[in-house]
């Protein structure tokens, strides 16, 4: 866990954000490595591949892996980057745990 300001240090936002790209990056590669298997197998499977149906499921691959690589590499930025320790809960001392 950071000590210091975490997202709100603009040093350490910075660092944290580039990282965040380049995981990015890295998942849109494979991304398209597996757009590109999809395309291939549903190719081979159907025989005659219309150029609509192909570029929809290649889109509808694409779009889904990326929204999921953001999302996981938010909560991991997150929780990284000591954002969730700061957050303020007001009704922290009102639950009881047992």
């Not at 936002?13 to 790209?21: K, M, N, S």
């Not at 219309?50 to 997150?78: K, N, P, R």
Request: no cysteine; net charge negative.
């Amino acid at each position: 866990m950071r000590e210091d300001k975490g997202l709100d240090d603009p040093e350490y936002a910075a660092f944290a954000w580039a990282r965040f790209r380049r995981i990015l990056w890295w998942m849109a590669g494979a991304a398209l490595i597996a757009v590109a298997l999809a395309e291939l197998w549903l190719w081979w499977a159907m025989e005659k591949l219309d150029w609509f149906t192909a570029i929809a499921t290649g889109i509808g691959f694409f779009v889904t892996i990326m929204l999921t690589a953001a999302l996981m590499g938010l909560i991991f930025l997150s929780s990284g980057s000591g954002h969730d320790e700061q957050v303020h809960d007001p009704l922290k001392d009102e639950i009881e745990i047992d």
